[in-house]
């Protein structure tokens, strides 16, 4: 798809070295086993695992799938997030509008015809202001993984953190399918509630036109066990398999932009805007 003409390139202002950031991967991104946030980290995700259960999960759909809480505008709704400092993030302390940027533009340097890619890129996180709203972080933030079968050893902090969730003990719940049927497909699991699904529920809701792969990111970024780990694959039917590259693929933008330089915001605002008004334009329903 081609990007709309507005004049010069304001992203030379800010473009991130995917290449240089990649050598750093394994002792920079991801570390959940030390460093000055851990305990901020690790408080975040005993909360999420005791208290993220199959009810829970469908109380939260049922509260927040309706977006009747507010109208906003998608540029409006990142610039919020100078306001959120993820809890869950092991790897950067800064204000998650930065992150939405680096995101984008380092999307936007390895595929600048692709505009849908960098504007998924720019929103996948919007769905954190729901922790405006009232939501604790853990009910937000973090890796996502299903409810209503067994946790697999994957996911973050798995051994120290379940013990506490009514669902870990329930055998209705913990055994590899539980709820679920053989290949199902992940359009029919309950995932963890948070920012993922939340958005994802936005986009359709309001109707937005981000092709089917970017909806794809958008829901299942956070799903690392998945995506990042070859977990519950019993679950998937063959669209998850089809879409799993395209999650896969994203993911390294989301991990790998994230660097203690910080893009020009106001620099880069009028060129996303303008991919906003292509394919969630207006005011939204949240």
Known sequence: MSVIDIGPDPSLAYRPNLEMNEKREKQDYRNFESGSLIDRVFNTYKLMHTNQTL????????????????????????????????????????????????????????????????LVGLIHD??????????????????????GCKFQNSIVFRGETFLDNPDETNPSYNTEYGIYESNCGLDKVHMSWGHDEYLYRVLKFNNCSIPEQGLYMIRFHSFYPWHSHGDYMHLCNDKDLHMLPWVQQFNKFDLYTK????????????????????????????
């Open 259 to 286: 660097t203690t330089k910080l893009p020009d915001i106001d620099q880069l605002k009028p060129y996303y805007q303008s991919l906003i008004d292509k394919y969630c334009p207006g005011l939204l329903k949240w």
């Open 126 to 147: 919007v769905g954190k202001t729901m922790a405006f709203w009232g939501e604790p972080q853990w009910a937000v933030v973090g890796d996502t993984f299903p409810v």
């Open 55 to 118: 009810d829970f999960v469908k109380q939260k759909r049922a509260v927040w799938a309706g977006c009747n809480h507010t109208q906003m505008r998608m540029m409006d709704s990142i610039m919020s997030l100078d306001e959120l400092v993820d809890e869950s993030d092991p790897d950067v302390d800064f204000p998650n509008s930065y992150h939405a940027f680096q995101t984008a533009e380092g999307i936007r340097r390895e595929h600048p015809d692709n505009d849908w890619f960098q």
